[in-house]
């Protein structure tokens, strides 16, 4: 995956801080179950956001 840096939202700059880096890996986590499992990463996120999540049957 590629280095995560400071990005931009809305014209303002913000750095990686804990709760921004903590989103963004819980982000990248989900994103590599839903691939391992051979599901659409964006109907995947699509339907997260909607509050439907993909939830692995066995952990």
């Given at each position: 995956?590629?280095?995560?840096?400071?990005?931009?939202?809305?014209?303002?700059?913000?750095?990686?801080?804990?709760?921004?880096?903590?989103?963004?890996?819980?982000?990248?986590?989900?994103?590599?179950?839903?691939?391992?499992?051979?599901?659409?990463?964006?109907?995947?996120?699509?339907?997260?956001?909607?509050?439907?999540?993909f939830?692995?049957e066995?952990?």
């Amino acid at each position: 995956m590629a280095l995560l840096a400071p990005f931009l939202i809305h014209g303002a700059a913000f750095s990686k801080t804990f709760d921004v880096g903590s989103l963004l890996c819980r982000i990248r986590s989900y994103i590599s179950t839903c691939n391992k499992n051979g599901r659409d990463i964006m109907d995947s996120l699509k339907n997260a956001i909607k509050g439907d999540p993909f939830i692995p049957e066995s952990i």
